[in-house]
């Protein structure tokens, strides 16, 4: 049973960097998509960064690119966040989730995951 535990929320300035980091208990498989999400006030659930165990792809939703990078720690099973120069519309409530999948390319779906985490909260100020 794979249990999902992130940490690392906070609040913090525009520009400023946070590290989520999500214990990944019972993720055994290559074929797994592992992905952050999140969720603003009165918003839709959406993709930020995921990654496949397999082949190692990584997928980030445009809003990030060049600012979060995922990683995995694979001795340590737990996955992370690096969130750099962060804007105020990165506020939301972050979810660390995970899925067997097929391949790579439904990573980035959040309607494929089957397990959350109880999220943590990023706020940035302007």
């Known amino acids: 049973q794979v249990q999902l535990v992130e940490s690392g929320g906070g609040s913090v300035q525009a520009g400023g960097s946070l590290r989520l980091a999500c214990a990944t208990g019972g993720v055994r498989y290559a074929n797994t998509c592992l992905g952050w999400f999140r969720q603003a006030p009165g918003k839709e659930r959406e993709g930020v960064a995921s990654?496949?165990?397999?082949?190692?792809?990584?997928y980030y939703a445009d809003s990030v690119k060049g600012r979060f990078t995922i990683s995995r720690d694979n001795a340590k099973n737990t996955l992370f966040l690096q969130m750099n120069r962060l804007k105020p519309e990165d506020t939301a409530m972050y979810y660390c989730?995970?899925?067997?999948?097929?391949?790579?390319?439904?990573?980035?779906?959040?309607?494929?995951?089957?397990?959350w985490g109880q999220g943590t909260q990023v706020t940035v100020s302007a």
């Open positions: 990654l496949y165990i397999g082949a190692g792809d990584r």
């Open positions: 989730a995970a899925t067997i999948s097929p391949g790579s390319g439904y990573c980035s779906l959040v309607d494929m995951y089957e397990s």
